[in-house]
C-alpha cells in the first residue's frame, strides 16, 4: 500500500504504510533455505533442571526473505538520513562522514582483533591508538591524551577525575567548581559526580563570560573553571587568556570542553590559551555518525602536571614496539573496559589522516565560512538574540515570528515539509526560543541556498498564514506527536490486539 505525496515546493515521494512485523507473516514461512539438518535435535528437558526452562515463546512471526527484506527497507525509508538530505544539526548530532572511514573499520585485521589477543599480536591496533593519540596532542598542543572514555560527558568525567587527583595529591581538595550558564548539561553532571559544587557565571551581553563576575567568583576553594570554546553560542572567548590567568592565579585549573573543535583545528592549538584539560568529542568533530545516543569516544588530552593521573593502562611505544603499561600509581584507574571505543578511534584516525592537517585545516575554515553565510543571508529575517561574531554555528530565535503566534517549535516542524531536518531547537537555554544552525563543513553553497530559501518562505507563510503552522509538518510519515506525553509515556511493547 503506497501513496504519492506531493509538496508545493515540488517535493515527491512514495510513503509506505507498514504494519509491526509481528502482524506480518503466515505459520511454516521460512527466511532461509538450507538443506535439513542430519544431526538429530535434543530435546531441551533432558539438558536442563525444569526450573532453568523458560515457557515457550508462542505468536514469533513467521516470514519469507522477501517479506524481511522489504519489511526492514520500507522503515528504514521513514528515517530522514544524512545520506539523503541536509540536517543543520550539525556536527553535534550528525554531519556527513566520509564513506572510506566506515569501510576502513571493518578491515577483519582491525574489526576481529580480539581485545585480549595478547600485545604480540595486536601491535598494529596499539600503533594505531599511539600515533592517533600524537595526533590528537598535535591538533589539541596537549602534552598526553588518553583514548578510553566513551563519550565527551565520560570525558568530562575522567579530565575532572585527573584535576581532583591533583589538588588531592599537591595541596588539600577543593570543593567547587565554576561554570558559565550557557554550558552544556553534561558539563555541571560531570563535575557533581566527582563531587564538586558548580558555581554559574552569568554571560554578559554579548553572551560571553563576564570577567569581573569571574573575578569575584574564583577564590581558592574553587578547582576549576570548566568552560566551552567556542561556547555553545559557537562564539569565541576573547578574553580567554585574562580568563585562564585568574584561574591559575588562585591555584585553579582549567578545563576546556572541546566538543566544538570542529571550530578550531587546523587554526589554533587549546593548550596555548592556558587550558589543562581538554575532552575531544571524535563522534563529532572527527567522524563517525552517532544519532540516536552512540557510539562515541572522548579522549581527554592534558598538560604535563595532569599526566600521571590519566586512566590506565597507557600505551607504551618502546622503540615500534608498543605494550600497555598498568603500572602507574597515581592513575585515576579504568573507566572503560580495554583501550575505549576503538572501532570509533579506527575512524578517528583515518579521517584526520585522508584530511592531513591543511585538509583539517579546510575543514574547520569551510564549517565557519558556511555558518556565517546562513547567519548574515538570515539574519533579516530571523533574530539573533547574540549578534557579535560567530564561528561554527548561529544561535536565532523565534522573536520576529512570535508577533504571529509562530514559535521555533513551529518553524522547525515546517521545515520537515520543505524536506529539511530542523536544526536544534531551545539549546543553549540562555536564548529563549532558540535556533542553533550548524551546517558543518561538507555543505554546498547550493545545499545552503535552498535552506536559506526555505526558511524565509517559513517566515513570510508565518505572516500571511500563521494557522497553518501549527499542525506541521503535513507531508511526513507522523505528523506532530504530542512530544511530553511521547516522553512520559512511552510505548515500547507492541501487545496483539485480539
Ligand atoms: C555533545 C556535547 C557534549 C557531550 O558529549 P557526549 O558525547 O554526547 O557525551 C558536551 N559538551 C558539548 C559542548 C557538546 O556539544
Redesign the pocket.
Same mark, same amino acid.
Given at each position: 500500500m503506497a501513496h504519492a505525496e506531493e509538496s508545493k515546493t515540488g517535493i515527491k515521494g512514495l510513503v509506505f504504510e507498514e504494519p509491526p512485523v509481528f502482524e506480518l507473516g503466515s505459520p511454516g514461512r521460512r527466511a532461509y533455505s538450507l538443506p535439513s539438518s542430519t544431526i538429530p535435535e535434543v530435546e531441551l528437558q533432558t539438558l536442563l533442571p525444569p526450573e532453568e526452562l523458560r515457557d515457550p515463546i508462542d505468536h514469533l512471526p513467521e516470514l519469507s526473505e522477501l517479506d524481511v527484506v522489504r519489511h526492514y527497507t520500507r522503515l528504514s525509508q521513514w528515517n530522514f538520513s544524512i545520506d539523503s538530505a541536509f540536517y543543520p544539526l550539525g556536527s553535534?548530532t550528525m554531519k556527513y562522514n566520509p564513506k572510506i572511514n566506515e569501510d576502513m573499520a571493518r578491515l577483519p585485521g582491525f574489526a576481529q582483533n580480539h581485545p585480549y589477543a595478547p600485545e604480540p599480536l595486536s601491535q598494529g591496533s596499539l600503533r594505531l591508538l599511539h600515533e592517533l593519540q600524537e595526533f590528537l596532542q598535535e591538533v589539541s598542543g596537549m602534552d598526553a591524551v588518553s583514548l578510553q572514555p566513551a563519550? #565527551?560527558?565520560?570525558g568530562?568525567m575522567t579530565g575532572m577525575l585527573t584535576i581532583r587527583a591533583y589538588h588531592q595529591a599537591t595541596g588539600k581538595q577543593r570543593s567547587k567548581v565554576l561554570m558559565p550558564d550557557s554550558a %552544556?548539561g +553534561? @558539563?555541571p553532571a560531570s563535575c557533581t559526580l566527582c563531587g564538586y559544587d558548580v558555581v554559574h557565571i552569568p554571560s554578559n551581553a554579548e553572551g560571553l563570560i563576564d570577567i569581573d563576575k569571574l573575578r569575584n567568583l574564583m577564590d581558592e576553594d574553587t578547582a576549576a573553571i570548566m568552560l +566551552?570554546n567556542p561556547n +555553545?553560542l559557537g562564539m569565541f572567548e576573547k578574553d580567554i587568556l585574562e580568563i585562564t590567568e585568574i584561574v591559575h592565579g588562585k591555584g585553579g585549573l582549567v578545563y576546556c570542553?572541546g566538543? @566544538?573543535l570542529n571550530a578550531l583545528m587546523g587554526v589554533c592549538k587549546i593548550a596555548t590559551m592556558g587550558v589543562d584539560v581538554l575532552h575531544f568529542?571524535l563522534?563529532?568533530t572527527f567522524s563517525t555518525p %552517532?544519532g540516536g545516543g552512540g557510539p #562515541?569516544a #572522548?579522549p581527554v588530552g592534558v598538560k604535563k602536571i595532569l599526566e600521571p593521573y590519566l586512566p590506565v593502562p597507557r600505551i607504551v611505544n618502546d622503540n615500534g614496539q608498543f605494550s600497555l603499561d598498568y603500572d602507574r600509581p597515581e592513575s585515576v584507574g579504568k573507566v572503560r573496559a580495554f583501550y575505549g571505543n576503538f572501532g570509533i578511534l579506527l575512524r578517528a584516525y583515518v579521517y584526520i589522516r585522508t584530511l592531513g592537517p591543511d585538509g583539517l585545516r579546510q575543514a574547520c575554515e569551510s564549517a565557519v565560512l558556511n555558518a556565517n553565510y546562513i547567519k548574515a543571508r538570515l539574519r533579516d529575517t530571523y533574530f539573533l538574540p547574540y549578534p557579535g561574531p560567530s564561528l561554527h554555528e548561529c544561535v536565532f530565535n523565534d522573536k520576529n515570528q512570535l508577533k504571529q503566534n509562530v514559535k521555533t517549535m513551529d518553524i522547525a516542524k515546517a521545515l520537515i515539509d520543505k524536506g529539511f531536518h530542523p536544526p536544534t531547537v531551545y539549546f543553549p537555554l540562555i536564548v529563549k526560543g532558540a535556533l542553533m544552525v550548524e551546517p558543518t563543513e561538507t555543505e554546498s553553497k547550493e545545499t545552503l541556498d535552498e535552506f536559506i530559501q526555505a526558511m524565509k518562505e517559513i517566515a513570510k507563510q508565518a505572516e500571511n498564514d500563521a494557522e497553518s503552522f501549527h499542525d506541521a509538518p503535513y507531508l511526513s510519515k507522523v505528523s506532530r506527536p504530542d512530544e511530553a506525553r511521547a516522553a512520559r509515556h512511552p510505548k515500547l511493547r507492541w501487545k496483539p490486539t485480539s
Open positions: 553535534c563519550a #565527551g560527558a565520560h568530562e %552544556h +553534561t @558539563n +566551552t +555553545t570542553d566538543a @566544538n568529542n563522534h563529532k %552517532h #562515541g #572522548g
